[in-house]
């Protein structure tokens, strides 16, 4: 391999934590030299708006917007909608703020007008000046679902509405043998001058498994020529936020950085480990640091490291 200084940088994100990373990346990168592709695994209708969970918390976190305590939605949101709507009975188990609601109306609009979540993405992106380029895994639907005690369940009611509370023996993606990925996505990730490819420490079988399960990423990620690093979404034998750990207790595996390396297995080239955790037998590349991303310099210091890996492991 060979390190492309100046190439861009390609990062398979979620939500929280992969947006923290790119805001990292994104002090010490020109935006425009970095590509986040998007889990849309979580996106749904609601009340006939097509909400895009991890797309607008990157949106939300690179414009400066984000509420950074709830880990969703927009800093300094009212709730007019929702106390209207519960007064007329209406499910309130999805909080939507008014501020919100206004990119989930503008871009159900959109799609009904026949356009894509790609170009109606990048607009929102443009219109909030983020430099980064924000691209949907797919421009078709794919959707989580979760086979758990309580029976099958579509990502949100899952996630929000039982609070991750049921226990899960699958989790498959509806859709994603189909989808193409969006446009863009399978270029960023085989381009020569693609300097690394960095595998957010979002949820990996939530947030990054929908992402790899759509046929022509896979096979983009198995042909890149540049390298790929994981960072650890495990810090200290547990997941920094939502259920990683409980799920993979669920389905048997191991809660360690190297179980996720191995879930990950011959895609990736070099792993960012949390120092309080073993390296256990990996035999991966990589660095051992502290991964918890409380303020800005912590993202700093988490994407810069990972950038130093997938640089040694390109020379
Ligand atoms: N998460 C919650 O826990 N409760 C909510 O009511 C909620 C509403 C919501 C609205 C818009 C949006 O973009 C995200 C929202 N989330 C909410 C977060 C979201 O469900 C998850 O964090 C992601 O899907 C997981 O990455």
């Not at 030299?33 to 949106?59: K, Y």
């Not at 206004?102 to 026949?114: E, I, M, P, S």
């Not at 020569?192 to 949820?203: D, F, H, K």
């Not at 179980?259 to 990950?264: L, T």
Request: a negative charge; one cysteine or more.
């Amino acid at each position: 391999m060979n390190s492309v200084s100046g190439g861009k940088v390609v990062v398979l994100t979620g939500g929280v934590g992969g947006a923290k990373l790119v805001l990292g990346l994104a002090q010490i990168l020109p935006p425009e030299q970095i590509v986040a592709i998007v889990n849309t695994g979580d996106d749904f209708r609601h009340l006939g708006l097509w909400i895009s969970p991890d797309l607008d918390t990157l949106l939300y976190t690179l414009s400066g917007k984000a509420n950074a305590t709830q880990g969703w939605g927009r800093e300094g949101e009212t709730w007019q909608f929702m106390s209207a709507l519960r007064s007329l009975g209406g499910e309130g188990w999805f909080q939507l703020g008014d501020g919100d609601l206004a990119l989930h109306v503008l871009r159900t609009a959109a799609l009904a007008q026949g356009e894509t979540l790609s170009t109606i993405t990048q607009r929102f992106g443009a219109d909030w000046n983020v430099g980064v380029r924000m691209l949907p895994m797919s421009d078709d639907p794919v959707a989580t679902h979760l086979t758990t005690d309580e029976g099958d369940l579509p990502f949100q009611r899952y996630f929000v509405e039982r609070r991750c509370v049921p226990r899960v023996s699958s989790i498959r993606f509806e859709g994603a043998e189909r989808a193409r990925a969006a446009p863009g996505v399978a270029q960023a990730l085989r381009d020569t001058g693609t300097r690394a490819i960095l595998i957010a420490p979002s949820n990996p079988y939530l947030s990054v498994d929908p992402i790899l399960a759509i046929p022509e990423i896979r096979q983009a990620l198995r042909e890149a020529s540049a390298p790929i690093v994981a960072i650890s979404p495990i810090v200290g034998g547990k997941a920094v936020k939502g259920p990683t750990a409980k799920l993979m207790e669920e389905l048997g595996i191991e809660v360690s950085p190297a179980a996720v390396a191995a879930h990950y297995g011959e895609l990736l080239d070099g792993m960012i480990f949390d120092r309080r955790d073993p390296v256990g037998e990996s035999t991966l590349p990589r660095l051992s640091i502290d991964t918890l991303m409380v303020t800005l310099e912590d993202r700093v210091r988490v994407a810069s490291a990972a950038l130093q890996l997938a640089d040694r492991l390109a020379e």
